[in-house]
T-cell receptor, first 113, second 110 residues
Framework: SQTIHQWPATLVQPVGSPLSLECTVE??????LYWYRQAAGRGLQLLFY??????ISSEVPQNLSASRPQDRQFILSSKKLLLSDSGFYLC????????????FGPGTRLTVT | QKEVEQNSGPLSVPEGAIASLNCTYS??????FFWYRQYSGKSPELIMS????GDKEDGRFTAQLNKASQYVSLLIRDSQPSDSATYLC??????????FGAGTTVTVRA
């Protein structure tokens, strides 16, 4: 069965500090991978998605970036965090063999102080 | 116009009643539709997928799809306190991306 991991689970970072969030998927190959952000009491905002190694599509221009160095690894980064970057960051995977179902990881709760 | 709209909540239902959640979408070419359940502080969990017009039942959950009306709904029968959560409607707009509604929060009163 497929499993998706995210770490860390929670993170408190000062404004201006760098960020690196990691997501890995087990039990599937060549998945589509996604980063979402959910602000408190808000809906899901798609940040980035990737359909293959090194292939990144950005949905929202901001101070975040994403990379996919391996087939089942997806990384979200920032060089300098803003207060508005606080939120619940969710990684998701989608099987290219299915009709669009996405499965979410446990998430990382980021607080920028 | 938002791509996916859900009925505004919160929705409060007594235990044992039917909770009815509605969702409309704007893109007529959408082909697949999903309902996710999100408990407070947790990540969304897929509970139903529906691809064809009509009803799909899974336990106490029934999803209904009407592509002509661009409408998808979720019924929760015999609601339990454990069903208290936010329910997200999602629509596949193309092969890669899902568009999510803002969610409807359901509270089941014991």
């Amino acid at each position: 069965s497929q499993t998706i991991h995210q770490w860390p689970a929670t993170l408190v970072q000062p404004v201006g500090s760098p960020l690196s969030l990691e997501c890995t998927v087990e039990g599937t190959s060549n998945p589509n991978l996604y980063w979402y952000r959910q602000a408190a009491g808000r809906g899901l905002q798609l940040l980035f998605y990737s359909v293959g190694i090194g292939q990144i599509s950005s949905e929202v221009p901001q101070n975040l970036s994403a990379s996919r160095p391996q087939d089942r690894q997806f990384i979200l980064s920032s060089k300098k965090l803003l207060l508005s970057d606080s939120g619940f960051y969710l990684c998701a995977w989608q099987s290219t063999r299915e009709l669009g179902e996405q499965y979410f990881g446990p998430g990382t709760r980021l607080t920028v102080t | 116009q938002k791509e996916v709209e859900q009925n505004s909540g919160p929705l409060s239902v007594p235990e044992g009643a039917i909770a009815s959640l509605n969702c409309t979408y704007s893109d007529r070419v959408s082909q697949s539709f999903f309902w996710y359940r999100q408990y407070s502080g947790k990540s969304p969990e897929l509970i139903m997928s529906i691809y064809s017009n009509g009803d799909k039942e899974d336990g106490r959950f029934t999803a209904q799809l009407n592509k002509a009306s661009q409408y998808v709904s979720l019924l929760i029968r015999d609601s339990q306190p454990s069903d208290s959560a936010t329910y997200l409607c999602a629509v596949n707009m193309n092969d890669y991306k899902l568009s999510f509604g803002a969610g409807t929060t359901v509270t089941v009163r014991a």
